[in-house]
């Protein structure tokens, strides 16, 4: 599965965008607030397995609640469970750039849906596949998980501990167990725990006095309890640990390299892998590490990122590499030709600067 081309309207510092992507392991460069966070987030909030998605009025471009927000993907070699007539086969297209042009596909055009997210100024979020024959379908969180999205090195502190978005998740198959006895410890906690505190009996004494006031006495008698909460002991507090030390200890480069090992590993062939500023904490020979296996991934699917770094420019073929530009809320994504491959190895740095200057001569 890949993203052959992306249009967003009216979301966060973009106001208009319209980009065909041609690789399958993608770049994207350029300088800060050129929006390619944005369009990661844009993408994420399309493919989304979520029911729903958190928003506000600074989402929309300029805080304009007015103008909806409209963010559609084109995507091909989409799972052919999707593709029945019960689903959404009868919404297949051609790709055409122009929503008035024909993108009924004949038997030689390869066939793609589009997806559109549309968000109005109440929040209310639409997710439908369109096409330029029809108003489209709605399409649900369930069959949008079928698309095999995945945001890797975002948050991944939480990837070392069973949380509920942990990629721990994925790699055990029935918790009941372990609720069950992690369950069992704090009823045990609660029967043999005594709280015997000055403050705590003052505390109750003070209750005492004031429901007195109000001619309200308990049934028996007040007093403190050690209280059993979902929040307090659960799955959530099962971490990794390296021998008596918990892997979050571990410097920043390290546990991100893990989180991505671990979120890399799970992805399914014909997924398509987001992943914003690869090079965050990672030393040269790890950013190399991490550029190889994502190739890899990218053979089966598609792996979009963005870099500030050089090292990511020296490894990557300039085909693969998109120079982002962003203006008035106008987002522009230039695709490197080939005819650039010696630039990108004599001046890399010159490809992430907002400007260069061009001299004759030493």
Not at 175 to 201: A, G, M, Q, T, V
Request: net charge negative.
């Amino acid at each position: 599965m890949y993203i052959k081309n992306i249009r967003i309207k009216n979301f966060r510092g973009i106001k208009d965008m319209n980009w065909t992507i041609k690789s399958r392991l993608l770049a994207i460069i350029g300088p800060s607030d050129s929006t390619k966070t944005t369009i990661l987030d844009a993408i994420e909030m399309v493919l989304t397995p979520s029911w729903n998605i958190p928003i506000n009025d600074y989402d929309f471009f300029n805080g304009q609640v007015n103008n909806d927000i409209v963010i559609e993907l084109t995507i091909g070699e989409i799972p052919k469970e999707l593709l029945t007539e019960e689903k959404y086969g009868l919404f297949v297209r051609k790709f055409v750039l122009e929503n008035d042009i024909d993108d009924e596909p004949n038997e030689m055009d390869e066939v793609f849906l589009t997806l559109r997210l549309t968000i109005n100024e109440f929040y209310e979020e639409s997710w439908k596949v369109v096409n330029n024959r029809s108003d489209g379908k709605e399409i649900n969180y369930r069959d949008r998980a079928k698309l095999n999205m995945g945001r890797v090195g975002e948050n991944f502190y939480k990837d070392f501990s069973l949380t509920r978005n942990s990629v721990l998740n994925k790699y055990g198959d029935d918790f009941r167990e372990i609720d069950r006895i992690i369950l069992n410890i704090s009823r045990n906690n609660k029967e043999n725990f005594k709280l015997e505190d000055e403050n705590l009996k003052s505390i109750v004494d003070n209750i005492k006095k004031a429901m007195g006031e109000y001619s309200i006495a308990p049934k028996n008698d007040f007093v403190t309890r050690l209280d059993i909460k979902n929040s307090d002991l659960n799955r959530s507090n099962i971490s990794i640990y390296d021998g008596e030390v918990p892997i979050i200890l571990n410097g920043t480069g390290t546990k991100r390299l893990m989180s991505s090992a671990m979120n890399i590993n799970q992805m399914k062939n014909n997924s398509i892998v987001l992943m914003d500023e690869l090079e965050y904490g990672l030393e040269p020979y790890r950013i190399r590490q991490l550029l190889v296996k994502l190739n890899e991934l990218s053979k089966n699917g598609q792996v979009i990122f963005t870099s500030h770094s050089p090292i990511v420019m020296l490894e990557m073929q300039c085909t693969n590499i998109s120079i982002c530009r962003s203006y008035q809320g106008k987002t522009t994504c230039l695709n490197l030709e080939k005819d650039f491959q010696d630039i990108v190895r004599s001046s890399p740095e010159a490809l992430l600067s907002k400007k260069v200057i061009v001299a004759e001569g030493r």
